[in-house]
């Protein structure tokens, strides 16, 4: 049974840092890249970043661009999001993503 599940959200002050982990269950994690969406209120699900299978090619939105790191660990088979500098724009439900396979999402919320 294949299983996603984030976990690190939170509420955080502007400014701040938070780190979000996905824990991959149920097919071979080292075998295929990995993403992160998020989804804000009223607006569409975006792509926040991709991690290729390896952890050699990263790739992120224009808008968490030096702010985010994406990274693996293929032995314990999680991914994580480090998020600095948040802004309240960051606010959102953050969602771990392996092709048709999502998790449940971790509520973000930045604000003072």
């Known amino acids: 049974q294949v299983q996603l599940v984030e976990s690190g959200g939170g509420l955080v002050q502007p400014g701040g840092s938070l780190r979000l982990s996905c824990a991959a269950s149920?097919?071979?994690?080292?075998?295929?890249?990995m993403s992160w969406y998020r989804q804000a209120p009223g607006k569409e699900r975006e792509l926040v970043a991709i991690?290729?299978?390896?952890?050699?090619?990263?790739k992120y939105g224009d808008s968490v661009k030096g702010r985010f790191t994406i990274s693996r660990d293929n032995v314990k088979n999680t991914m994580y999001l480090q998020m600095n500098s948040l802004k309240p724009e960051d606010t959102a439900v953050y969602y771990c993503?392996?092709?048709?396979?999502w998790g449940q999402g971790t509520q973000v919320f930045v604000s003072s």
């Open positions: 149920g097919f071979t994690f080292s075998s295929y890249a």
């Open positions: 993503n392996q092709g048709s396979r």
């Open positions: 991690i290729s299978s390896t952890g050699g090619s990263t």
